[in-house]
């Protein structure tokens, strides 16, 4: 796990000194909402529908338990016991008092956190495979290359006002956690042909109003380019980027209307004419980097456990949430925080810091934030998994449904942000109800819903297998649906469906679409591959075939 | 101000949020604010309106609100479903599964 050397110390106390200072002059009256506004912005306090909103850093969405229970004390002390895990592997308090906030962020600095790089223009919290350093089909670890432009990207000068904000996504596996393909930049570590190990950058992905699925910008670069490549497509972005039309100043818009031929020119122009030597980190810098992100000391002889003795819901969750590991004898874990009775991605401070202890006990102290807004505990020994399920269901944190139907993404929609047109929770939770019943998750098989709250897709409908846009029109909420989305390496932009529904018109015709895919599905084939195969007007009928 | 979100039709309510809180208020009778909208002033009196518009930009000055702006209504509630949402806050809070718990 990355610590902060001095320098980065230094300079989170020194902002939250002067945001400290910011907070007193709001309220003595010395400084305006106007001016106060944007300032409060760089520190991650938003004013939402019914309260302030403080949105925490989770670079990467790493953290270690010391910062989980950090938050947890956060959420006691200064909210409502209960923190929100975003699908940008962030945490948002939805209740805190603006006084209160320079002690949060105080409290936050002495465990190495922040709420920077949350809001705004700039670029964003880089996020990245939740299975980073332990998933068995990576090639390394992608975290130092995330930490890595954390450091270059969180105080340049150059790119604190872009035409809009700017997300990074970063993976080194083939198998996509990541969602690089539906990120301004996507990064993907890979070999190329001579055994080398480089970058293939994608660019021009984006939700949002105007979905796009990203194009490779070059498709091996060597490490050592890395950051000039960046910064050369960074100045590209900034220099012809729309600044006059925000909702058509995102990178995608700029590639999309230039074309990628000539948008990889101009990037590449660019990145010929700067001098490297200015920007590029050498390999003894990225080494270095990439000692806090050592494997922990794996045991060896791991013995695993005897599942047949084992009682059967403890099974189920294992086969459900449990993943191989790079090291043998361990274990990926996945904690889900889809409880059907709760809010999607929420968790209480309680829940907090049971999963600490369990991180402590049981991987090394280190655990994820994930996009699809659960927990993973990265490295777990096999033959402790029934000591973390114990743990977990003492919690009330052992849902099985990872992946499956009860594993919704959702937005905070209208219950708590100021932008939306819809709630999304509620809609979320009657679905999760509808098919709570594990065996038929099971039985259903993959599937992802993911839900927004209104067309800035925060919750990716775009890409959910079944995805779901909250509107609104004379007062009443309604409901659109697309289908077919991916988030994957086969990404994919779901197709619209027609006419929007009701909540309870909607769940009556997401069961149908199911039912309709259960029977219609050949072997052991996904919703995605059967609604491929048989295409999108045999699956629009059922969904308006009236019940 | 914005008073942009109103199209300045029908009785109005003036609302904003506090600034130490960020909480919904609302106008009231008397003039201050309060955080139930039950207490909100409703009017179409040009002289009120004006006059509510003169206090919420001095409570803004004074920073006890940000953010202050019209509303309008419709059979005593908010026409828009937004500010109807934001007179009875969340419809679901894990707050309140803590606080039951
Ligand atoms: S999708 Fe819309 S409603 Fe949901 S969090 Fe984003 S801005 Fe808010």
Known sequence: ?547 | MSTLKHKGKGPQAMTANELVSGLSVWMTTDLNWSRDYADALLTEDETVIEKMDEIAKAAEQANTVVGAYFIDTVDAKPARYRERFRTHGPSYDTADLISES
């Not at chain 1, 080494?287 to 806090?292: G, K, L, M, N, S």
């Open chain 1, 1 to 547: 796990m990355y610590r902060y050397d001095e320098f980065d110390a230094e300079f989170v106390h020194s902002r939250v000194a002067q945001f400290r200072d910011q907070v007193v002059r709001r309220l003595d009256g010395r400084l305006s909402e106007a001016e106060f506004r944007p300032l409060r912005l760089m520190n991650g306090l938003y004013l939402q529908l019914h309260a302030y909103m403080l949105r925490v850093a989770v670079p990467y969405g790493t953290l270690r338990s010391d910062q989980l229970r950090m938050l947890a004390h956060l959420a006691d002390k200064y909210d409502k016991g209960y923190g929100h895990v975003t699908t940008r592997q962030n945490m948002q308090f939805n209740w805190p008092v603006l006084s209160d906030v320079p002690e949060m962020l105080t409290d936050l600095a002495s465990v190495d956190m922040h709420a920077i790089q949350t809001s705004g223009n700039c670029i964003r919290n880089v996020t990245c495979d939740p299975y980073a350093g332990a998933a068995a089909d990576e090639i390394e670890d992608p975290r130092p290359m995330a930490e890595l432009i954390r450091q270059w990207s969180m105080l340049h000068p150059e790119f604190a006002f872009l035409p809009r904000k700017f997300k990074i996504a970063v993976t080194a596996s083939s198998q996509d956690r990541a969602m690089i393909k539906g990120h301004d930049i996507g990064i993907q570590v890979v070999r190329n042909e001579a055994g080398e190990v480089g970058y293939h950058i994608i660019v021009g992905g984006g939700l949002g109003r105007t979905p796009v699925i990203g194009q490779t910008l070059r498709a091996f670069l060597p490490k050592d380019d890395l950051l000039p490549y960046l910064e050369a497509t960074m100045r590209v972005y900034n220099r012809f980027g729309r600044r006059d039309n925000k909702y058509k100043a995102r990178i995608k818009i700029l590639v999309r209307e230039t074309g990628i031929e000539d948008f990889t020119r101009l990037v590449e122009d660019e990145f010929a004419a700067l001098d490297p030597s200015d920007i590029a980190v050498g390999a003894a810098e990225r080494a270095r980097i990439a000692t806090y992100f050592a494997s922990p000391a794996f045991e060896t002889g791991i013995k695993p456990l005897d599942m047949a003795s084992q009682p059967e819901v403890f099974r189920k969750w294992v086969d459900t949430n449990v993943v191989a590991h790079a090291a043998p004898g361990y274990a990926i874990v996945n904690i889900s925080l889809k409880d059907p009775e709760r809010a999607p991605g929420d968790v209480t401070t309680e829940q907090m810091r049971a999963v600490a202890d369990l991180a402590d006990a049981h991987s090394f102290g280190e655990l994820r934030f994930t996009h699809q807004q659960n927990i993973v505990l990265a490295h777990v020994r096999q033959d402790a998994l029934r000591a973390v399920w114990d743990g977990l269901v003492a919690a009330d944190l052992e849902d099985a449904n990872i992946n499956l139907i009860g594993d919704i993404i959702c937005c905070p929609g209208m219950d708590f942000c100021a932008l939306a047109t819809a709630r999304s929770i509620p809609v979320a939770q009657a679905i999760a109800e509808r098919f709570e019943d594990h065996d038929r998750q099971q039985a259903i098989g993959e599937m992802q819903i993911k839900i927004s709250g209104c067309i800035n897709a925060c919750g990716h409908h775009h890409v959910g297998h079944i995805g779901i846009l909250g509107l609104e029109k004379a007062g009443v909420e309604f409901y659109q649906v697309t289908l077919g989305g991916d988030a994957t390496q086969t990404a994919a932009i779901g197709d619209k469906m027609g006419a929007g529904f009701s909540q309870e018109e909607l769940v009556d015709g997401i069961e149908r679409i199911v039912d309709f895919y259960v029977g219609a599905r050949e072997h052991d084939e996904r919703f995605l591959d059967t609604y491929r195969r048989l295409g999108t007007e045999a699956f629009k009928e059922v969904l308006y075939a009236s019940a």
